[in-house]
């Protein structure tokens, strides 16, 4: 039921970009990006709930492609507060159950 | 704001013990899940729960059981305790949702459970 998210790990120096995909082997819906700083609860960054639809968070926004059952997050001239462990996630079957994806974890420095 | 609370930030047990996680949700949601967290494996679900008495499965169910007598508080029990539940365990809440519905979920800190 797992998404499965790659890269598992990508360090970055400062503003440079990255790419984080989250592929399904399920029927994805809707699809969340949440973001974990280290010791920290992870926090929500945004919902993609069409197919097509991109959507932006200042200088980090995401793709959904609902028939390759895939969504890419992007993250652009990245800063050192970026850094942490991405995570995709989505409701499957009548919805309330809540899948996370395998995590990338993101390491910017300066 | 959301606030979920998580009763232990740091537990050590000792294997074979019983113990409970206990979380508290302030928002009146639905949902409540408890996932467990690992390096390289993300957050995999054990159990969740989307009214008061009622519970389903998740992933990694064994070893687990839960209980949610009240809207508020999940509980997430390890009957008897291994040294591979070592692990951190995170709880969620959420408004009730469909495939396609804009209901975020809200995190606890979580509880690092060491197992020895």
């Known amino acids: 039921q797992q998404p499965v998210q790659s890269p598992q790990a990508v360090i970055l120096r400062e503003g440079e970009d990255a790419v984080i995909n989250c592929s399904s082997s399920?029927?994805?819906?809707?699809v969340h990006w949440y973001r974990q700083k280290h010791g920290e609860a992870p926090v929500f960054l945004m919902i993609?709930?069409?197919?097509?639809e991109q959507k932006g968070h200042e200088k980090i926004s995401a793709s959904f492609n609902e028939k390759k059952q895939q969504s890419s997050l992007y993250l652009t001239a990245s800063q050192l507060s970026y850094s942490g462990t991405y995570f995709c996630?989505?409701?499957?079957?009548?919805?309330?159950?809540?899948?996370f994806g395998t995590g990338t974890s993101l390491t910017v420095i300066p | 704001d959301v606030k979920v609370t998580q009763s232990s930030r740091y537990l050590v047990k000792r294997t074979g013990e019983k113990v409970f996680l206990e979380c508290v949700q302030d928002?009146?949601?639905?949902?409540m899940f408890w996932y467990r967290q690992d390096p390289g494996l993300g957050l995999r679900l054990i159990y969740f729960?989307?009214?008061?008495?009622?519970?389903e499965k998740g992933d990694i169910p064994e070893g687990y059981s839960v209980s949610r007598e009240k809207k508020e508080r999940f509980s997430l029990i390890l009957e008897s305790a291994s040294t591979n539940q070592t692990s951190m365990y995170l709880c969620?809440?959420?408004?009730?949702?469909?495939?396609?519905?804009?209901?975020?979920?809200?995190f606890g800190s979580g509880t690092q459970l060491s197992v020895l």
């Open positions: 993609l709930l069409k197919g097509g």
């Open positions: 996630g989505t409701p499957v079957n009548t919805g309330n159950q809540f899948y």
């Open positions: 729960s989307y009214d008061v008495k009622m519970k």
């Open positions: 399920k029927a994805l819906y809707s």
């Open positions: 969620a809440s959420s408004l009730i949702q469909g495939r396609r519905t804009n209901e975020k979920l809200f």
């Open positions: 928002m009146d949601h639905e949902n």
